[in-house]
């Protein structure tokens, strides 16, 4: 059994067996018998180096011996090993020569959050969405068979990812082109079934066994020359099954479902993985995990320590943090449990993400019109769709860069039936060391393209809180995005009005430049103004356009400077810039946004400055074009 931890180790733990396994070829020199202590040494040398660096956490603990087994199993990286989600796989990343890179994750430079093929060539697929990794081994499946190759396809899908419809139309599909791969469930939170002990354990080796797999393709021959014979015995089979798993839907898809057993019991692990790594067709093991497993207080709140941050030194003097004000998600989450106390046709809409966007005080006083669909994008976009044609008003909660996934459902179900749906877009623009899979950086750009729709930035706290009521009270679709993090404590005002629709905001009066603001940039905008004797102006809108005051600022200033933390790229500045050309007037003008590559995780701060959007970036821009 593996030991249970209570406090993260601070300084690093000894690990003589760990020590020996840099590699998954120097893992499986190890004999079986030392594989449990080897899980102890992984477990404990994890919950440091997340100590040390910060980042998720509960996850990683409870694959531990799965992983451990995994890659003993199989002859990674020639076969293909797919984690899914990819905050699964900081162990994976131990054994497979990171370990003393660890110390660098999510940092500036350093390993990546998740999967990265770049990274390693144990990395077969880059993992940030979660639901991919059966389509994404299957596909390799297919490729191995069109190359005449034995190597296997092994995909690890767990954390709630198994809720997305992708995932079944994989699933679906596989069925089809009879692929030879292996799916392993990960459930962590008994979501599928609680049948898990001896006799579970017990019949997974039997079934996944090749004696009983020899008997029943030697039934299905000699069964298969009588008429029905086969087709009958392979439902009794399967009914047999399903009164002792749970895995009919599963074999209703054409897989051969092996469990659930116990994902912690490294010796069951090893013979299943085993058994079934010989087997031709498609697999399907499900194995249940606890979440934080040998760590005590993730054991007991999975929720709270899915992440953590970096641990401070015991004597280290305490920071002195600057006053900044609440974090735009919580108030986002106040300003929905007060307009739904107004008005009783508002729902709530979010694809598990129920405490990442504040809606948990929603969800508690508003039951009846919470709706948390798990990961599944597309289904919430045109659930809200649904409502919003039977009168009620949905709110759908949704991350920028998870929104992306719903695009299709946004244009055809929303969109173009002018439904009215309010989108609250978290985590727009760039959000630190989760890296590019998770930064918000296209939605103004795939949203200003859509007719009817209308977007706002918020540049504080007060102007979310007016946005989303507009938004709200909007007829038709309308999106408000707000980045990570905390405003800058702005004062706001409790009433539910909405803004003029399309109405920018002159925030400082100057001469010769006029920096034109998409969002929270602005405090950095008015220090740059001031300085520079500019003009300053807070947008608001990017659809509609203020058309008027951008025209105002043509004929008054000498340079137009638009900033956004979007990509510059048929962003708010090209919205600008098309407005200008289409009403003939040339003018010099300057783009500021996020470039034309994707930007590597590292503190949000050190991000802003490599995309010359901190006040320094800001400034150095505008004087190198003045002095063009």
Same mark, same amino acid.
């Given at each position: 059994?593996?030991?249970?931890?209570?406090?993260?180790?601070?300084?690093?733990?000894?690990?003589?067996?760990?020590?020996?396994?840099?590699?998954?070829?120097?893992?499986?020199?190890?004999?079986?018998?030392?594989?449990?202590?080897?899980?102890?040494?992984?477990?404990?040398?994890?919950?440091?180096?997340?100590?040390?660096?910060?980042?998720?956490?509960?996850?990683?603990?409870?694959?531990?011996?799965?992983?451990?087994?995994?890659?003993?199993?199989?002859?990674?990286?020639?076969?293909?090993?797919?984690?899914?989600?990819?905050?699964?796989?900081?162990?994976?990343?131990?054994?497979?020569?990171?370990?003393?890179?660890?110390?660098?994750?999510?940092?500036?430079?350093?390993?990546?959050?998740?999967?990265?093929?770049?990274?390693?060539?144990?990395?077969?697929?880059?993992?940030?969405?979660?639901?991919?990794?059966?389509?994404?081994?299957?596909?390799?499946?297919?490729?191995?068979?069109?190359?005449?190759?034995?190597?296997?396809?092994?995909?690890?899908?767990?954390?709630?990812?198994?809720?997305?419809?992708?995932?079944?139309?994989?699933?679906?599909?596989?069925?089809?082109?009879?692929?030879?791969?292996?799916?392993?469930?990960?459930?962590?939170?008994?979501?599928?079934?609680?049948?898990?002990?001896?006799?579970?354990?017990?019949?997974?080796?039997?079934?996944?066994?090749?004696?009983?797999?020899?008997?029943?393709?030697?039934?299905?021959?000699?069964?298969?020359?009588?008429?029905?014979?086969?087709?009958?015995?392979?439902?009794?089979?399967?009914?047999?099954?399903?009164?002792?798993?749970?895995?009919?839907?599963?074999?209703?898809?054409?897989?051969?479902?092996?469990?659930?057993?116990?994902?912690?019991?490294?010796?069951?692990?090893?013979?299943?993985?085993?058994?079934?790594?010989?087997?031709?067709?498609?697999?399907?093991?499900?194995?249940?995990?606890?979440?934080?497993?040998?760590?005590? +207080?993730?054991?007991?709140?999975?929720?709270?320590?899915?992440?953590?941050?970096?641990?401070?030194?015991?004597?280290? +003097?305490?920071?002195?943090?600057?006053?900044?004000? +609440?974090?735009?998600?919580?108030?986002?989450?106040?300003?929905?449990?007060?307009?739904?106390?107004?008005?009783?046709?508002?729902?709530?809409?979010?694809?598990?993400?129920?405490?990442?966007?504040?809606?948990?005080?929603?969800?508690?006083?508003?039951?009846?019109?919470?709706?948390?669909?798990?990961?599944?994008?597309?289904?919430?976009?045109?659930?809200?769709?649904?409502?919003?044609?039977?009168?009620?008003?949905?709110?759908?909660?949704?991350?920028?860069?998870?929104?992306?996934?719903?695009?299709?459902?946004?244009?055809?179900?929303?969109?173009?039936?002018?439904?009215?749906?309010?989108?609250?877009?978290?985590?727009?623009?760039?959000?630190?060391?989760?890296?590019?899979?998770?930064?918000?950086?296209?939605?103004?750009?795939?949203?200003?393209?859509?007719?009817?729709?209308?977007?706002?930035?918020?540049?504080?706290?007060?102007?979310?809180?007016?946005?989303?009521?507009?938004?709200?009270?909007?007829?038709? +679709?309308?999106?408000?995005?707000?980045?990570?993090?905390?405003?800058?404590?702005?004062?706001?005002?409790?009433?539910?009005?909405?803004?003029?629709?399309?109405?920018?905001?002159?925030?400082?009066?100057?001469?010769?430049?006029?920096?034109?603001?998409?969002?929270?940039?602005?405090?950095?905008?008015?220090?740059?103004?001031?300085?520079?004797?500019?003009?300053?102006?807070?947008?608001?809108?990017?659809?509609?356009?203020?058309?008027?005051?951008?025209?105002?600022?043509?004929?008054?200033?000498?340079?137009?400077?638009?900033?956004?933390?979007?990509?510059?790229?048929?962003?708010?500045?090209?919205?600008?810039?098309?407005?200008?050309?289409?009403?003939?007037?040339?003018?010099?003008?300057?783009?500021?946004?996020?470039?034309?590559?994707?930007?590597?995780?590292?503190?949000?701060?050190?991000?802003?400055?490599?995309?010359?959007?901190?006040?320094?970036?800001?400034?150095?821009?505008?004087?190198?074009?003045?002095?063009?």
């Amino acid at each position: 059994m593996p030991t249970t931890f209570h406090e993260i180790p601070r300084e690093r733990p000894l690990t003589p067996l760990l020590d020996r396994a840099n590699t998954p070829d120097e893992l499986r020199r190890l004999g079986e018998a030392e594989l449990e202590t080897l899980a102890d040494e992984l477990r404990q040398y994890l919950l440091y180096t997340v100590g040390q660096t910060g980042g998720h956490f509960g996850a990683g603990l409870g694959v531990i011996e799965l992983t451990v087994a995994l890659h003993y199993v199989f002859d990674t990286p020639e076969d293909r090993l797919v984690w899914d989600v990819g905050h699964q796989a900081y162990p994976h990343k131990i054994l497979t020569g990171r370990r003393e890179r660890m110390g660098s994750l999510r940092q500036k430079d350093g390993i990546a959050a998740f999967p990265r093929r770049s990274e390693s060539e144990y990395d077969t697929f880059g993992v940030g969405h979660s639901s991919t990794s059966i389509s994404a081994a299957l596909g390799m499946a297919i490729a191995a068979q069109r190359q005449g190759s034995k190597r296997k396809s092994v995909a690890v899908i767990g954390d709630g990812a198994l809720t997305a419809g992708m995932a079944f139309e994989a699933l679906n599909h596989a069925a089809d082109v009879k692929a030879n791969m292996l799916v392993v469930l990960n459930d962590n939170d008994m979501s599928i079934s609680k049948n898990v002990g001896g006799l579970s354990n017990y019949l997974a080796k039997i079934l996944s066994s090749r004696t009983y797999a020899n008997v029943r393709e030697g039934s299905k021959k000699v069964l298969s020359k009588l008429p029905g014979a086969w087709e009958i015995a392979r439902k009794t089979e399967e009914h047999a099954k399903g009164m002792l798993v749970s895995g009919t839907m599963f074999e209703e898809l054409g897989w051969n479902y092996i469990g659930p057993i116990d994902g912690h019991d490294l010796p069951t692990l090893l013979a299943t993985l085993r058994n079934m790594r010989d087997l031709e067709g498609l697999q399907f093991l499900h194995v249940v995990t606890k979440k934080g497993k040998g760590f005590a +207080p993730a054991e007991v709140d999975p929720i709270v320590y899915h992440a953590i941050t970096k641990l401070e030194p015991i004597n280290a +003097p305490a920071k002195v943090k600057a006053p900044s004000g +609440p974090k735009y998600s919580s108030v986002f989450g106040q300003w929905l449990c007060e307009m739904a106390a107004h008005d009783e046709r508002l729902m709530a809409i979010t694809p598990a993400m129920k405490e990442g966007s504040d809606l948990v005080a929603f969800s508690e006083h508003h039951p009846d019109r919470y709706f948390d669909v798990a990961i599944a994008e597309q289904h919430a976009v045109t659930l809200a769709a649904g409502m919003a044609c039977e009168g009620a008003k949905p709110v759908v909660a949704i991350y920028s860069t998870f929104l992306q996934r719903a695009y299709d459902q946004l244009i055809h179900d929303v969109a173009v039936q002018n439904l009215d749906v309010l989108f609250a877009i978290d985590r727009a623009g760039l959000v630190g060391e989760d890296g590019p899979t998770h930064a918000g950086s296209f939605d103004l750009s795939y949203l200003r393209c859509i007719p009817g729709m209308l977007i706002m930035t918020p540049s504080d706290e007060n102007e979310l809180h007016h946005m989303l009521t507009t938004g709200y009270q909007f007829t038709g +679709p309308a999106a408000v995005r707000y980045p990570r993090g905390s405003g800058p404590n702005a004062p706001i005002d409790r009433e539910l009005s909405p803004l003029p629709i399309g109405k920018g905001v002159v925030r400082r009066q100057g001469k010769g430049v006029a920096l034109l603001v998409f969002g929270v940039q602005l405090a950095e905008a008015l220090r740059v103004g001031g300085t520079l004797d500019a003009t300053v102006v807070d947008m608001r809108f990017v659809k509609p356009l203020d058309e008027a005051l951008v025209s105002e600022l043509a004929a008054s200033h000498d340079l137009l400077v638009t900033i956004e933390e979007n990509s510059v790229m048929g962003g708010a500045g090209s919205a600008v810039s098309e407005f200008l050309a289409s009403q003939g007037t040339l003018k010099p003008m300057l783009h500021l946004g996020l470039p034309d590559y994707y930007v590597e995780h590292a503190r949000p701060d050190q991000m802003l400055a490599e995309c010359g959007l901190d006040e320094a970036g800001i400034e150095k821009a505008i004087r190198a074009r003045l002095k063009g």
